[in-house]
Structures are given as C-alpha cells and as structure tokens.
C-alpha cells in the first residue's frame, strides 16, 4: 500500500498571500495524484487530478506540480473561501487508494 | 447538475448491519466507477470501496473484506454499500462519490454510520 505523507500538518497563511502545499508518496505513483479542498461540514471537492490539471471551475489560482514521489499544491493568493483542510490522493497503485492526512490551511 | 444523495446512516450495535444507498442524477450513472470513500469523525478521508460500470469489478480496502459489499443497479441510478459485522471503528461519514480519470470529482452529502453500544 502506498503511504502519502502532508506536509506541513498545519500552514497559517494572511489573505492575499500564496500557499504552497506538500505531498510525499512512499513509492512513486507517476501522475496519477488528485488534490482535494474539504470545509468544515461539507464534503471534499476535487481540485486537480493527473498532478496538475484542474477539475471543472477550478480557479487558476490553484495549481499543482510533481511526478515520482514528490508533488506540490500552491493557492498563488488566498482568498477567505479558500481556508479548509486540503488533501492528496494516489491512484496509481489500486486497489487501495489512498489519501494523505490532509494540511489544514488557517487564517494567520 | 451532478447530484448524489446518500442515506441509511444510522445508529447500530457492534456485529449489526446496515445498508447505506446512493441515489444518483444528472449523468449516466451507468459510464462510471463509483465509489465509497468514509470519514471517521474529526479525522481524514478513507476510501473504502469501488465498483465498475458493470459491476464486474468490486474492490475494496483490506479492512472491511469480507464484511462490506459494493454493489449497484443501473436501472435505478442506485450504488449500494452493505455493511455487516459492524465495529466501533466503522463508525464515520460515508460518502458517495464518482469516478471520473480515477479521481472522485463529484462528491454526495455524506450519511453517518455511528457504531456504538
């Protein structure tokens, strides 16, 4: 099973300033890595797939980088509705997929 | 609009059952994967089960093998999750959510199982 690794657990950001989020797999998983954006009481949103191509009415202030074993999610200027718990996804090696612990992304 | 509306969740003893559905619109239910993805109160996302269009292929993640069953009808835009020999640590939101280049881009509400005594 790969293990996907978050980093930082906890990222304390001002509004209008730029997010860069981590995440590690434990093997390489290729491309195949979805970025999801959950808020509280509601349920995930899909926010890129394939390590960067963003899901339908993304804004192009997120965008995501990576291959291997090693991806980033960067938000370039947070806005208020952009506060929430971001998490990875791997699918490349299935069954299971699996999800990172999640970054929580809170007002500085 | 793409709409997935979960129910079932309820109260139950440890070694109960219960089934949880997953009504579906706004696309063809039967062109997808569909899946079950669980989340344990105040923790992360943990995907639990996943079936084909055709529902010849079911997978799911080791904990829950041989207790829990993914099925689906086409016919009625339905996705199922049977849950039996419930534990304490089953107890989460369990979502329904939609296949789509293997992610989940389309997420339902979420209906809550709590396993407790």
């Known amino acids: 099973e790969i293990v996907l690794t978050q980093s930082p657990a906890t990222l304390s950001v001002s509004p209008g300033e730029r997010a860069t989020l981590s995440c590690r797999a434990s093997?390489?998983?290729?491309?195949?890595l979805a970025w999801y954006q959950q808020k509280p009481g509601q349920a995930p949103r899909l926010l890129l797939y394939g390590a960067s191509t963003r899901a339908t009415d993304i804004p192009d202030r997120f965008s995501g980088r990576g291959s291997g074993t090693d991806f980033t999610l960067t938000i370039s200027s947070l806005q208020s509705e952009d506060f929430a718990v971001y998490y990875c996804?791997?699918?490349?090696?299935?069954?299971?997929?699996?999800f990172g612990p999640g970054t929580k992304v809170d007002i500085k | 609009e793409v709409q997935l509306v979960e129910s079932g969740g309820a109260l139950v003893q440890p070694g109960g059952s219960l089934r949880l559905s997953c009504a579906a619109s706004g696309f063809t239910f039967s062109g997808h994967w569909m899946n079950w993805v669980r989340q344990a109160p105040g923790k992360g996302l943990e995907w639990v089960a996943n079936t084909n269009p055709d529902e010849s292929v079911k997978n799911c993640v080791d904990s829950v093998r041989g207790r829990f069953t993914i099925s689906r009808d086409n016919a009625k835009n339905s996705l199922y999750l049977q849950m039996n020999s419930l534990r304490v640590e089953d107890t989460a939101v369990y979502y329904c959510?939609?296949?789509?280049?293997?992610?989940?881009?389309?997420w339902g509400q979420g209906s809550l199982v709590i396993v407790s005594s």
């Open positions: 093997q390489s998983v290729s491309s195949n």
């Open positions: 959510g939609r296949g789509v280049n293997w992610a989940v881009d389309s």
């Open positions: 996804q791997q699918y490349n090696n299935w069954p299971p997929f699996t």
